[in-house]
């Protein structure tokens, strides 16, 4: 099988729900090509590495569903997360925490969606 990262939305949404492949697998390789490219790439300001791999095991349980559970989504800087920075990429923003997640975020975390940074 492909790796997870190789996979469409929908391949690796279908993988996950037929047990083909865990959303803790699909987290590990999106970790696994952060990892990798971020040094040359400056993609990520944080990576919740934690906190998905929890989010994974929960989805894993069958404790979390929903049409985008398990899968891993970057989220943009400037799109407020209530569980870590949003710094919109600058140093007058830095170290700020938002109070709530935005509309969007809220979104694709209710639909089961892995915010992995």
Excluded at 7 to 35: F, G, M
Excluded at 69 to 88: F, Q, R, S, V, Y
């Amino acid at each position: 099988m492909s790796r997870p990262r190789d996979l469409s939305l929908v391949e690796l949404r279908d993988a996950i729900r037929r047990r083909d492949l865990s959303a803790r697998d699909a987290v590990e390789d999106a970790l696994a090509a952060i990892e990798a490219e971020d040094d040359h790439l400056h993609a990520f300001l944080a990576v919740f590495a934690d906190r998905a791999r929890a989010q994974a095991e929960a989805v894993d349980a069958g404790r979390h569903t929903g049409p985008l559970a398990g899968i891993p989504i970057a989220i943009k800087d400037n799109i407020c997360l209530d569980h870590g920075p949003t710094t919109c990429a600058s140093r007058m923003l830095a170290g700020y925490h938002s109070p709530y997640a935005a509309t969007a975020a809220a979104r694709l975390a209710d639909a089961g969606a892995i915010l992995i940074g």
